[in-house]
C-alpha cells in the first residue's frame, strides 16, 4: 500500500470504480446470456425482449466508459443479426 496520502486516495477510488466496472460487465453477460437462451429455446417474443435488455445494458456500459463505443456497435449489430434470422 501506498504511504502518501493521495496515493492512497486514488487506490481507494480505483477499488471503487474497479467494483462499479465488474458489475457492469456481469450484469451485461447475464442479460446476453438470457438472450442466447431464447434464442436456443427458439422463443422470439422472449428474444426479442431480451436484445432489447441487452442493447441497453450494452449502451448503458458503454456510457459508464466499461465499453468502448465500436464494441458496443459490434455486439449489437452481432444480437440484431442473430434475432433477424429467428423473425426472418
Known amino acids: 500500500m501506498a504511504n502518501i496520502k493521495s496515493a492512497m486516495k486514488r487506490a481507494k477510488t480505483n ?5 462499479r466496472n465488474k458489475m457492469v ?4 453477460k447475464t442479460s446476453v446470456k ?15 425482449e431480451a436484445y432489447r435488455l441487452a ?14 463505443k465500436n464494441t458496443a456497435a459490434r455486439k449489437k ?8 434470422k429467428m423473425t426472418a
Not at 25 to 28: C, E, V
Not at 77 to 84: G, K, P, V
Open 15 to 19: 477499488e471503487i470504480s474497479r467494483l
Open 25 to 28: 460487465k456481469t450484469n451485461l
Open 34 to 48: 438470457k438472450f442466447d437462451l431464447a434464442v436456443t429455446e427458439g422463443n422470439v417474443e422472449a428474444a426479442q
Open 55 to 68: 442493447s441497453k445494458k450494452i449502451d448503458m456500459a458503454v456510457t459508464k466508459g466499461v465499453l468502448h
Open 77 to 84: 449489430s452481432t444480437l440484431a443479426r442473430i434475432i433477424n
